[in-house]
């Protein structure tokens, strides 16, 4: 099935086990394609902003643009650390309206960031809802105001909160695409 994969890209550190087991059976029922995990590469050292300490979307999406993955109908960067795009803070994930990259930035989904208790279930879930929006902006899905995996969060409260699947009219969208 070349070119019908989902290919998650670990960025920096290999993913956690539940981070890792959760996006491998998440995202093949959200879009109907297998997922794999290929090997963890060094997240690019010129996309990293060192006052803000925290890596460049435009310049890790430019990265994984030049990596070559032919099998993949997406790749996924998986970054084990935290990161903004201009204009705002930090971004939880950041993709290619209808492209075949995107990536997420696992740094603020975890609640240990926010000084909670650690809570595995709790992150992997996090990072499978983002995952599934950024990867539903590479198919084309904008934002949504309804109560859908598409709605915009800005908060980890918000990650929680919006539903972890698509909306019935994100889901027809979506179903063309694919």
């Known amino acids: ?33 297998p997922a794999q995990i290929a090997e963890a590469l060094a997240a690019p050292g010129w996309a990293l902003n060192g006052t803000r300490n925290q890596y460049q979307g435009a310049a890790l999406l430019r990265f994984l643009s030049a990596v070559e993955a032919p099998h993949a109908r997406r790749l996924l960067g998986v970054l084990d650390r935290d990161a ?26 975890n609640p240990i960031y926010y000084n909670q208790e650690p809570d595995p279930e709790r992150f992997a879930e996090h990072a499978l809802r983002e995952a599934v929006h950024e990867l539903g ?12 995996v598409m709605r915009f969060a800005n908060s980890l409260h918000e990650v929680d909160i919006r539903a972890p699947t698509f909306c019935p009219s994100c889901r027809t969208a979506l179903d063309l695409q694919l």
């Open 137 to 148: 902006h590479t198919f084309g899905l904008r934002h949504c105001p309804h109560d859908c």
């Open 1 to 33: 099935m070349d070119g019908q994969i989902i290919l998650l890209q670990p960025l920096g550190s290999p993913l956690p086990q539940e981070v890792e087991e959760r996006l491998l059976g998440g995202i093949p029922l959200a879009f109907g394609l």
């Open 84 to 109: 903004f795009t201009e204009g705002m803070n930090f971004i939880f994930g950041q993709a290619v309206i209808h492209g075949r990259n995107g990536f997420i930035a696992l740094a603020r989904l």
